[in-house]
């Protein structure tokens, strides 16, 4: 099963920026769909963002509430999929997963693929003064 590690959270300020790397070591995540997750306390689990790629063309989906501040991409020589965040907000805090995720039409979808149980510990994401 695909085991996915998570990295990078921290304590920012408001308007701070943060890098989370996805990780795994027995799969090359080039073939798949990835996208990223949050859960803060008390509320369900939602995407903010999924990427799907190849070596003709690239896809990339975003939640409407981290549009323009988050970056999703690729990196290949680390085999890890990276979450840029900038201009972060303190309704950012939670704590992030990343998983592999559907796909329609040939583009990601923010829900993770059904088959797919293997979350990992997450990290956490706070934001605040």
């Known amino acids: 099963q695909l085991q996915l590690v998570e990295s990078g959270g921290g304590l920012v300020q408001p308007g701070g920026h943060l890098r989370l790397s996805c990780a795994a070591s027995?799969?090359?995540?080039?073939?798949?769909?990835i996208g990223w997750f949050r859960q803060a306390p008390g509320k369900e689990r939602e995407g903010v963002s999924c990427?799907?790629?190849?070596?003709?063309?690239?896809?990339?989906d975003y939640a409407d509430s981290v549009k323009g501040r988050f970056t999703i991409s690729r990196d290949n020589a680390k085999n890890t999929i990276n979450l840029e965040m900038n201009n972060l907000k303190p309704e950012d805090t939670a704590v992030y997963y990343c998983?592999?995720?559907?796909?329609?039409?040939?583009?990601?979808?923010?829900?993770?693929?059904?088959?797919?149980?293997?979350w990992g510990q997450g990290t956490q994401v706070t934001v605040s003064s």
């Open positions: 998983a592999p995720v559907g796909l329609q039409y040939g583009r990601c979808v923010l829900r993770p693929h059904y088959d797919f149980r293997a």
């Open positions: 027995t799969f090359t995540l080039e073939n798949y769909a």
């Open positions: 990427i799907r790629s190849d070596s003709t063309s690239l896809y990339a």
